[in-house]
């Protein structure tokens, strides 16, 4: 069993930054996919981006340029770094780890997922 904790939401203007944090309770995040999703008002969650086990990333198209996705092995944590803020990027964010057995490189749907954390609001004001 894996827990996820997410942190680092809270409320900031329009253009501003934040960066979110998703600790793992588990070694060895290297070899796992993670991603980050989040749910807006009224949408069904979505990804935001991901993270395979080499490091390869991909990200939406709404957070492209904007959102950077890292992950520190040593710390098992992962890490959203959110610039150029909208007001539409409002949503709770959820990280999500996927255990393979070596190397994990793709997860291919939302249910692929293993483990979720809880989640941390992040709102943007214009």
């Known amino acids: 069993q894996v827990q996820l904790v997410e942190s680092g939401g809270g409320s900031v203007q329009a253009g501003g930054s934040l960066r979110l944090s998703c600790a793992a309770s588990r070694d060895f995040i290297s070899a796992y996919c993670m991603g980050w999703f989040r749910q807006r008002p009224g949408k069904e969650r979505e990804e935001v981006g991901a993270?395979?086990?080499?490091?390869?990333?991909t990200y939406a198209d709404s957070v492209k340029d904007r959102f950077t996705i890292s992950k520190d092995n040593a710390k098992n944590t992962l890490d959203l770094h959110m610039n150029s803020l909208k007001p539409e990027d409002t949503a709770m964010y959820y990280c999500?780890?996927?255990?393979?057995?070596?190397?994990?490189?793709?997860?291919?749907?939302?249910?692929?997922?293993?483990?979720w954390g809880q989640g941390t609001q992040v709102t943007v004001t214009s």
């Open positions: 993270i395979n086990a080499f490091a390869h990333t």
């Open positions: 999500a780890a996927k255990f393979t057995s070596g190397p994990c490189y793709y997860v291919a749907a939302q249910s692929d997922y293993d483990y």
